[in-house]
C-alpha cells in the first residue's frame, strides 16, 4: 500500500490514537472555546466543524443550541463522538458522517466552516 492510499483510508488512526486523544483533552481550551462560540453566534446558518474528532467542540456547541454538524475521516473518532455520554445523556443527536472534505456533506445547504486548530 503505497503512503497516499494509506492516508486516505486513514489505517495508521485507529482506536487506540482515538482513545489517547479523546482522554487528554476531556475538554476544549477555554480561550479557543470562546474564539469559535464567537465566530458560531456570526454565522448566518449551519455550522459545519471539520475533522470533528470526539466531538469537544461540536457538542458543546450543539448543547448551547447551535446548529453544528462535523466530519471526520476517522471512524474511531466518530464512535467515539456518537458514543460520548453527554451527548446521550442530553438527548443530543450530532449530525456526524465520514468523510474527508465538506463536498461530502450529506446536505446541500451552504454551511459556515469553522477551521479548529488543534493544540
Not at 458560531?40 to 446558518?45: L, S
Not at 456533506?105 to 479548529?116: F, L, N, T
Request: aromatic share 10%; charged share 30%.
Amino acid at each position: 500500500m503505497d503512503r497516499d492510499s494509506n492516508i486516505k483510508t486513514l489505517d495508521t488512526y485507529l482506536s487506540l490514537c482515538t482513545e489517547v486523544y479523546d482522554l487528554s483533552k476531556l475538554n476544549p481550551p477555554e480561550d479557543a472555546y470562546a474564539f469559535y462560540r464567537d465566530y458560531a453566534m456570526r454565522a448566518n446558518g449551519p455550522i459545519l466543524e471539520p475533522m470533528c474528532g470526539p466531538g469537544h467542540f461540536l457538542l458543546p456547541l450543539l448543547e448551547e443550541g447551535f446548529n453544528v454538524h462535523g466530519f471526520d475521516a476517522s471512524d474511531p473518532m466518530l464512535r467515539a463522538l456518537d458514543a460520548k455520554a453527554k451527548a446521550k445523556t442530553k438527548n443530543l443527536e450530532p449530525t456526524i458522517w465520514k468523510g474527508f472534505d465538506q463536498s461530502s456533506s450529506p446536505s446541500d445547504k451552504d454551511e459556515s466552516i469553522v477551521y479548529e486548530c488543534r493544540k
